[in-house]
């Protein structure tokens, strides 16, 4: 059997030696023939010219350099697409995931049969405000969104081949990595891990904020429907209070009166209006770019045993995602 450990590499200057070592470690524990895919994400520092390094004592490792930096998800899914064997082991190289959580995952999935067994945190990471901010973040998303996600979901999951297959198909241009878990369905279990605090995390709440308005408006429906309900209720309020003081006006001969309620009134239905078409243009801006049909990202170069590939983009159809 053939494994694939899939990492991306930004930063990862100071853990990626000893990632190499635990997750091959790991693979070796489990597997005849391992391999280690690390996509370069336009890493600032030298972690691509560390990752070429272990390239060069172990050509079991494969080096993806991007041509700038793409994002973590669109980078992972780069990752994925070059995946060979028919287990695919994705995590972080941070190693705040433990790769010997590798073993645990192969266990579970063979014990049951699953396609998928990824991780989830039993307690989230971090402090008060942390926490706080990551439940609100899956809160929201679980509320609005057409496909509720695991809550504390991690990177760290084993995939049997035939799902990455499933997975990498997928050719949305705007969207989270962890909506297309889920909607690629197969047969998925949870299994609860500890995520070690080793640095800050890079997700501020400006990013969580953002994350939350990308993935509502790239996957929710729901939203656009409750803007509808919203609207209905508004102008049945209107013509009802508009009634009331027409009915008042001709059995009391009371008019309506003050400037308060009347700018108050201005003010709240054009914010709302302003929202309303803020959610629509965000909408909009998605459709834009689904309709461009850029790739995910731009590879310069694949570095493989004995084959440097020339630079191409990836994520143009589903069998160039999935081939070599």
Known sequence: MKLSIVSTLYRSAPSVAEFHRRAMAAGEAMAEEVELILVDDGSPDDSLERALALREQDPRVVVVELSRNFGHHKAMMTGLAHAQGELVFLIDCDLEEAPELLGKFHALMLAGDWDVVYGVQAIRRGGAFERASGAAFFSIVNVLSDQPVPRNVVTARLMRLDYVRALVAHQDQAFQISHLWA?????????????????????????????????????????????????????????????????????????????????VSVWFFGGTTVLILGILGIYIANILAETKHRPYTVIRRVYRPQIEARPRATALSASERVGP
Do not use: N
């Open 183 to 263: 909607i690629t369905g197969f047969r998925q279990t949870a299994m609860e891990i500890e995520k070690l605090a080793l640095s800050p995390t890079t997700y501020s709440l400006r990013r969580r904020i953002d994350m939350a308005i990308k993935h509502v408006t790239t996957t929710s429906t729901k939203l656009l429907y409750l803007i509808l309900a919203f609207g209905a209720g508004i102008c049945v309020l209107a013509v009802l209070t508009t009634g009331f003081f027409i009915i008042r006006y001709l059995t009391h001969g009371v008019g309506v009166g003050g400037w308060t309620s009347l700018i």
